[in-house]
């Protein structure tokens, strides 16, 4: 029997084993010419010089890329995956349910707004800056304070256990939304705070590295920050904190008995998924110029919950997978959409439907859910524990022979 | 005196669960809580290990009052508890889960030899060295969970029901093993509705209703009480 579940768990590992088993050198090459690859992604030539057909007009690829500009598809996709990796620390590592993940990033990219913008009320109000920083010097300020909103939000929910923290972090977005929307005094509603800085830097000819038309250099920026985040996150799940983490989500009393502090560790969960939102929200504002509430809407929240939960909780590759798709899907949906005729909407009865991969979006990804819920439980890309820990919650609640 | 508990009382809400309990645990000895289900044995453990926290009353552990010391922290005092239900962490490895249970310490190589303790006195455990918590049988849960908790080098060591669903050879087989522990300088504190092998391993006793403690003695006397017979021993 046991040598057969074994067998079983080989095969579903079976990409991951192959991999693991080349020597040490030939997996950094890989590894290398992987993020080679990613880099030069958004490039045209790089399409071109692949000798694949290229559409007339200004689409790129519509079958093997998108529509759109696909640096801009990638910057998206890049702040997603940031976004899922962070909140793959609070639920994926220490197994806490938060459901307003996106409210951190609203700290996040409202921190930066207001430092970096000439209209903003801490400068046109109340004279408490006299000239807008740098977009650089306010990433920092913007991470700590996404940090320490996760902290505030943590330290009196964290004692609870289970659905009260769900019910909490929702609250704590939405609250962040609507206080945004419905407020004049600091953000101003939904005029929002306009002309937000870029990332500094300038090409040889004087023009902007970080501009309006050209997304790559957004792109580059976002997937250079996820490399870093990742290294860190994985030194961290591999350390005395990550152990404490697998030991909380577990079992959280059995953690208790064996001496695990299990609040402090749960906060340090929390304010480390916050401050990698905000990092995510403040490269973002760096990127967007204007930000206002419409943008921090609850679906986000919900978005990022199911890229991580898809790609599967626990497991950074699975968390990237996860954000990546959810974002390119859609776009993918509807270049493939516009080659094949697909309508942006339909009339029924008089009534104009939309019916873009866009807006369907979550149509598809809530059936795309259901679906891998139900034959993959795990995420397209799970990790090996929290593989064995949900068929062990599933013994407890349908034990089969 | 090791353990000292002074007329503690506790609620579950508005349900008290301890009537004002005292019992004591002296350095060296196993000493058996047995009752009914319901009685507030693992009650009694979960105030001990400070999972719950008590109402009134003192918790002393050589001599100190840690009733209001965070759970971690009397783990690093000396109290580990292996939980009811076995509690082991399904998703790692029988050694991940060893190594859980040295969390608070810090000193490798003696981590490292009471891992080879550990696997001496639970030959099983080695065979399963890699396998998942949670893919192991009830009695080698139940063995892990009581090796895990070794694994802290307890002064006092809490087990709430070692025997819970398992054959009769395997209850023979954990109980054995506690005494050797027990020999080789651990004390013990064990919660049980087993009362037969209880009893009969157990230095003294205490019997537990509805929480109250209503008889005390050493493991032969009350393993001879009539009442206790009755009751618990399923003889008339």
Redo the contacts between chains.
Sequence with gaps: M?TD?IKKQRRGLHLGNRFRALPKSARIAALIAFVVLLYVLPVKGFYENLGLPIPAGDGYLPLYTTRSDMANVLFQCGYYILLALGLNVVLGYAGLLDLGFFGFFAVGAYTVALLTSPDSKLITEYNWLESPWPWLVTVPIAVALAMLSGVLLGWPTLRLRGDYLAIVTLGFAEIIRIVAKNQDWILNGDRGIPSVAHPPGTWSDGSPIFGIIDWSPYYWLVLTVIILVIFLIRNLANS?VG??W??IR??E??????????FKFKLWAFAIGAAIGGLSGSLWAGQANFVNSATFSLENSILVLAAVVLGGAGSIGGAILGGFLVIYVPEWLRSVGDVFGWPDSVEVFGVHIDVSPTSLRFVIFGALLIVVMIYRPQGLWPN??????L???Q?EVAPVE | MLLEIEDITLHYGRIQALHGISLHVNEGEIVALIGANGAGKSTIMRAI???RAVSRGAIRFNGEDISKV????R??RGI??A?EGR??????TVQ?NL???A??RRDSAAIAQDMERVFGLFPRLLERRK??G??LSGGEQQMLAVG??LM?RPKLLLLDEPSMGLAPMIIQQIFTIITEINQQGTTVLLVEQNAQQALSRAHRAYVLETGNIVKEGTGAELLHDPAVKAAYLGVA
Excluded: H, W
């Design positions: 046991t579940t005395r152990r404490a697998v030991a577990e079992d009393d059995a953690a208790e008995l064996m001496g695990v502090s299990t090996r524990r929290r593989a064995a820990e068929k062990d919650r013994k | 290990s400070g999972l965070r759970a971690d922290l783990v690093a580990c508890q939980p509690g082991v962490f399904p998703g790692m991940e190594e859980m249970g969390y608070i396998q998942a949670g893919t895990r908790a802290a």
